[in-house]
């Protein structure tokens, strides 16, 4: 029986991992956040201007990059080596013990490589909450060491694989809740869900279901929000206490959009 | 208490690493070898075809790589992340659940930075094997999982650094120790410490101190495997039970120079 009463599970985007000020803010706040706690990191743009300068070509489809072998390492060496070293790196700095994850380290992300029909991405995985180890995470947070992911999968074939940063954190956040109540923070460069884009005072505050229906109805939530939104709904209907969607430097504040069943 | 009883810690050089068919066989034999084991691998060439490729001017100083930052990103890319993490994707493949960790994870392997005088190697790192944690490795290792270690270490004041890797595997070695029993795999391309370097028939099966004495006065022990040697006596001076120099092919064998005290 785990002796833990409550994660919090907090998400970090790309922007924040290329402003370098950002992150350092960011990484002292999540040192502060209350233990257990689990970090997910996205990419950032380090890879694309690597891939850039080993001359690897960008493919694209429907506006989205494909993965093929070469991207693989390059996001496997940008992603895994170089962002999830030095963040956990930089959280010891701080006094948080943390240990830098992949899905393929103790086999705690597995992933289906997407199906090559109709549209081949390439080395993407697709994730199931329902596989996660929640068992070796708990073993992890109970040693009190708060794991940090990065988005490279594997698919128990010996393939890495590239998944989806914000995918990957609310299936971690949905496998945390079968270890303890669970409350999730997706922190990115805006302060949450505006009812005008343009204005930073319409934070709305709360979200739940019927609410957004309205707010979907009424054409007031931007495009760009929709999967994040969609995303945390699919999260606290799989057992997610709450996801709040908030401005990096407002991690230990209640500033941001809950978002609730 | 540890239930532990036993452990087998195996280093891997860069020549299998770089070696795609001999890394493929090694991650088989790895897979079958007995439980509690831990993996501790080198770099191989890719890094320098990396900084190649990346125009990284490489500084050399008296025949021995200067780490400065752009370096200290290329291996913590390939190291940590490349390299690292499909060894771990290529063990959970044939059934070996393993996890991969720099020193920084958990931190697990703390370094000291190398003092800059007489000569400045820069972001290189030397570690102290009673800093290792064996408390988190006995974690792992309870957990069932075989934790595989770069070479890529820390100071703890956020900054990563280059260590060495037969440095790192000993002291790795020296830490599992102290949880229980444990021998030592020194495996790379050669079948161990031979009488004539060009005669795989004189194999010396086995080296204690006083023989070793012997060996060099009579100038038999050649060149490159002196540091070899005296690396696996401070193990087991350092109470690792034996360590054995072996071909990468003869991990699950017997054939190779065992060095004991």
Same mark, same amino acid.
């Given at each position: 029986m785990t002796k833990i009463q409550h994660i919090n599970v907090v998400k970090i985007g790309g922007n924040v991992i290329d402003n370098a000020n950002a992150l350092a803010r960011f990484i002292d706040d999540f040192a502060q956040l209350p233990a257990p706690k689990i970090l997910i990191h996205g990419g950032g743009k380090l890879a694309t201007r690597l891939s850039e300068k080993l001359e690897i070509p960008t493919q694209m489809i429907e506006g989205r990059r494909v993965t093929d072998r070469q991207t693989l390492d390059v996001v496997t060496m940008v992603y895994a080596g170089l962002i999830n070293k030095?963040?956990?790196?930089? $959280?010891?700095?701080?006094?948080?013990?943390?240990i830098g994850l992949s899905g393929a380290d103790a086999n705690v992300v597995p992933?289906?490589?997407?199906? %090559?029909? %109709?549209? @081949?991405?390439?080395?993407?995985? @697709?994730? @199931?909450?329902?596989?996660?180890?929640? @068992?070796?995470?708990?073993? $992890? $947070?109970e040693a009190g060491v708060a794991p940090v992911f990065c988005a490279i999968t594997h698919d128990g074939n010996g393939s890495l694989l590239n998944s989806n940063a914000d995918s990957v954190a609310s299936a971690v956040a949905v496998a945390a809740a079968r270890i303890a109540p669970t409350d999730m923070h997706f922190c990115f460069e805006k302060l949450g869900v505006l009812q005008d884009v343009d204005d930073p005072d319409s934070l709305i505050e709360e979200i739940r279901p019927d609410y957004y229906r309205e707010l979907r109805e009424a054409g007031v939530v931007n495009k760009g929000m929709i999967p994040k939104i969609d995303n945390a709904f699919r999260a606290v209907e799989a057992g997610v206490q709450s996801v709040t969607i908030k401005h990096s430097d407002n991690l230990l504040s209640n500033k941001g959009t809950i978002i609730k069943l």
């Open positions: 030095q963040v956990v790196a930089g $959280l010891q700095a701080v006094g948080c013990n943390a992933a289906t490589r997407r199906n %090559p029909e %109709p549209i @081949d991405f390439g080395f993407v995985g @697709d994730i @199931d909450a329902a596989k996660i180890s929640s @068992d070796f995470i708990a073993t $992890l $947070l």
